[in-house]
């Protein structure tokens, strides 16, 4: 199986600071990739590896089942949405599509050109002048035309509004329905993320704290409340992940393959977003205090 | 027929999918013959991964409900089994019944519902056991 | 690549090409005045000569000394606008992550980016240099020394455009923000010119060295003498040398018959011994900047004649027949500290910018 983005004990160090340590993952190709995590996790770092703007210090990365830093042939295979959708503030939109023709060899000028139709972008506009959602569409637009196997979006939505975020994700599913490009996209938005995405990786501290496909996530994991019960007395299948008790309650969140059969527990689903605030919890108190001091430099 | 999503149910949106359809159906909202909308479609409406809604009408199709027509789209060939009217007429008095009973035993609406899900659950595993 | 260097540069290129021309529409109207008025005037003048001079280099102050302001801030301004912000403004504005993530290697972007960019700087120095070189060419010749304005005609500018492009690039590079950057290239291209200019320059070509006579001579002409005094200072022998015409000094200095460099203490003995009427307790120091001379030739003629006796001059210069040796030594050397800085700035945004 095609691996969008495979990671063996990559670290990437900015001076003295680790903003990514010892990170093994890999994530399927033909996906929609949340990944999520605090701030500081280390996202924009994976993502800035992966698609060749950094190097690692430490380990390798592969992406598409090739280096990262393997060429320009690589890089027609990725298209990038950085942080904020960089573009030239003082080019149009049609010089923009213009660049794109002339960096990339598999450019696909007439899916540019129906794509900036369709969004209703004046091509003559400065695209400094345009707003956000405008600036995120025509940096999409960029990204998708050349025609990649692999779309690397780092915090697509985070500065858009909710209307232009809504149009950017309905764009952005509709691009994966019809040409069936793969994506990773971060955020910390998890009603997005629980949205469009079908396989979640959660990232705390510069680690792999969760990978799995959603469903299957979903599936795996349940809500237990019942009485106050020491969570030492849980069966060995019932892995807990979250715990809290209050006087007479306690309230899980337990990891099973199995169903859950105890009569005196309250089962329930959870949510993308319980499940992910959960093994954040888990990772950052296990991790000790050591690593609170990992802050991302940029 | 077009989806609507309720992000905070907790219920998976393939899910959700299948269940806005079953309940079509039984509706009679959906006949076969009908087309569901294309990926693309609901994609572009509500902004979900396309998988979602392709899962949700392979299990559709599992359950012999639909059939996907390559290069045309999904279309409804089954229907579910709707209970008899009178029947569902029955058991609501009898549901009925039983609540004013336990109304008069001075159960609370709460306590009530919380002894309906028991139940239900219970009835449930019964039939996974 | 290419093209998309000038789609990006070609704002820029186009509003300096077309100040450039019309510098140049200008330049070459009053241009053409002043060399027809010097023809006029000042080429087949017989009598009245200096008036005609005059009234000749009056007629277009305005423009000249525009040029010439121009002439010295264009490298700079290169440097500033179009070197700093090269790649710094890439990075401060985050559009380095859509260019480097595009169908083009890195090292190419770069590479292409500083030969387009740096050769429109080359060429636009030089079409600048060209116009204002032809403009002065007339008024150069009645009023200076080549060497008096080697850094502002000819090819000179050129190697400094190329230079200011180069170290604005690299400092803008390494130091990620555009106007921090612009100064540092002010700051390392003005350091850069004024070191040369001081210690460098002077030794491109072993410089050479002659002596003077001092006999006969007075406060004017090729060899200067005089005593008088500094600032106030004490009254002391002066001396100072030309090279031959056109040429240009480095250095005079006093040397008595020995080949020596006298001491304060040896002048002020010689004062005392052959001019006692220059230090008596009625001749207090003048005061007044610079050199006052205490006496003019006639009176001090036996002083003088005396010091001319003991002292010669040793004068060091470029001789006028290196003018272009120096010119093309000079622009080559900046050349060469540009593809420097262009060899850092690409190592610098190839290997340590993310």
């Known amino acids: 199986m095609t691996m969008a983005i495979e990671a063996f004990g990559v670290g990437r160090r900015y001076g003295r600071r680790w903003a990514l340590t010892d990170c093994t993952l890999s994530i399927p190709a033909g996906r929609v990739v949340g990944l999520v995590g605090p701030n500081g996790a280390g996202k924009s770092t994976l993502l800035h590896l992966a698609v060749g703007l950094l190097e690692p210090s430490a380990g390798t990365i592969s992406v598409l089942d090739q280096g990262a830093r393997s060429g320009p042939s690589q890089l027609e295979r990725i298209g990038f949405l950085a942080q904020d959708s960089p573009i030239y503030a003082r080019l149009t939109v049609a010089q923009h599509v213009r660049m794109g023709q002339l960096l990339n060899r598999t450019w696909d000028a007439a899916f540019a050109a129906s794509r900036i139709k369709n969004l209703g972008l004046d091509p003559s506009q400065r695209a400094g002048t345009m707003s956000g959602g405008q600036r995120a569409q025509l940096a999409l637009t960029l990204a998708v035309a050349k025609r990649p196997e692999l779309l690397v979006l780092d915090e697509p939505v985070a500065a858009l509004d909710p209307l232009a975020r809504r149009e950017f994700l309905q764009t952005l599913m509709e691009i994966v329905a019809v040409e069936g490009v793969s994506v990773v996209l971060s955020s910390h938005l998890m009603a997005d993320v629980e949205r469009v995405c079908d396989y979640l990786v959660v990232l705390v501290a510069g680690r792999v704290a969760l990978t799995g496909d959603v469903d299957e996530l979903l599936a795996l994991h349940h809500r237990l409340t019942g009485p106050r019960r020491d969570v030492a007395r849980m069966p060995a299948h019932q892995l807990v992940i979250e715990q809290s008790h209050v006087d007479k309650q306690t309230t899980l969140i337990v990891r099973s393959q199995e169903p859950i059969l105890d009569p005196v527990w309250n089962v329930t689903p959870v949510t993308l977003d319980d499940l992910a605030l959960a093994y954040m919890r888990q990772a950052r108190d296990s991790a000790g205090p050591s690593s609170n001091g990992l802050e991302l430099a940029r | 027929m077009e989806f609507h999503l309720n992000p905070s149910s907790g219920v998976a949106t393939y899910q959700q999918l299948v269940q806005q359809v079953h309940q079509a159906l039984q509706l009679g909202l959906l006949e076969p013959g009908d087309q569901l909308p294309t990926a693309q479609q609901v994609v572009a409406s509500l902004a979900i991964n396309p998988n979602t809604v392709l899962k949700a009408y392979r299990d559709l199709e599992r359950e012999g409900l639909v059939r996907p027509r390559p290069g045309m789209g999904t279309f409804v060939v089954g229907r579910l089994p709707r209970t008899d009217p009178a029947a569902q007429t029955r058991f609501r008095k009898s549901m009925s019944a039983w609540l004013r009973s336990a109304r008069a035993a001075g159960l609370s609406a709460e306590e009530i519902e919380a002894i309906y899900r028991t139940a239900l659950r219970d009835c449930s595993q019964e039939e996974i056991a | ?354």
């Not at chain 3, 704002?11 to 002043?34: E, P, R, S």
Request: positive net charge; aromatic residues 10%.
């Open chain 3, 1 to 354: 690549m290419i093209r998309f260097a000038w789609l990006q540069s070609r704002t820029q290129t186009l509003v300096a090409a077309f100040v450039l021309a019309a510098l140049a529409v200008v330049a070459a109207i009053t241009g053409i005045q002043l060399s027809h008025l010097y023809a006029t005037l000042v080429a087949h003048c017989h009598t009245g000569c200096d008036l005609a001079t005059s009234q000749y280099l009056s007629h277009d102050q305005v423009m000249a000394r525009a040029l010439d302001l121009i002439a010295q801030a264009a490298p700079a301004l290169i440097g500033l606008f179009w070197g700093a912000p090269l790649i710094a403004r890439e990075i401060e504005t985050g559009t380095y992550r859509l260019a480097w993530t595009q169908g083009v290697s890195r090292s190419r972007w770069v590479i292409i980016k500083l030969a387009v960019v740096g050769l429109a700087s080359a060429t636009l120095a030089g079409l600048l240099t060209l116009t204002i070189t032809w403009w002065y060419g007339s008024v150069d010749k009645l009023t200076t020394t080549p060497y008096a304005v080697f850094d502002r005609r000819d090819i000179t500018p050129v190697g400094y455009a190329v230079f200011a492009f180069a170290a604005g690039a690299l400092l803008g590079t390494v130091i990620r923000r555009v106007l921090p950057a612009m100064a540092a290239t002010l700051g390392a291209y003005v350091t850069a010119r004024v070191g040369t200019a001081l210690w460098i320059r002077p030794h491109l070509l072993s410089p050479i060295q002659t002596t003077l006579s001092l006999r006969g001579a007075g406060p004017t002409g090729q060899a200067h003498l005089g005593v008088g005094s500094q600032n106030g200072g004490a009254v002391t022998l002066f001396a100072q040398g030309d090279g031959p015409h056109n040429s240009w000094t480095l250095s005079s200095h006093l040397l008595d018959s020995a080949g020596r460099q006298p001491t304060t203490r040896q002048l002020a003995a010689f004062l005392h011994d052959y001019c006692p009427n220059f230090r008596g307790p009625g001749a207090p120091p003048p005061s007044g900047q610079g050199v006052v001379q205490v006496v003019g030739p006639d009176a001090g003629r036996p002083c003088l004649d005396q010091a001319a006796k003991a002292f010669h001059l040793l004068v060091t210069y470029q001789p006028a027949d290196r003018y272009w040796t120096l010119q093309w030594l000079e622009t080559g050397l900046f050349v060469a500290l540009a593809l420097v800085a262009s060899a850092g700035c690409y190592w610098w945004a190839t290997h340590r910018t993310s």
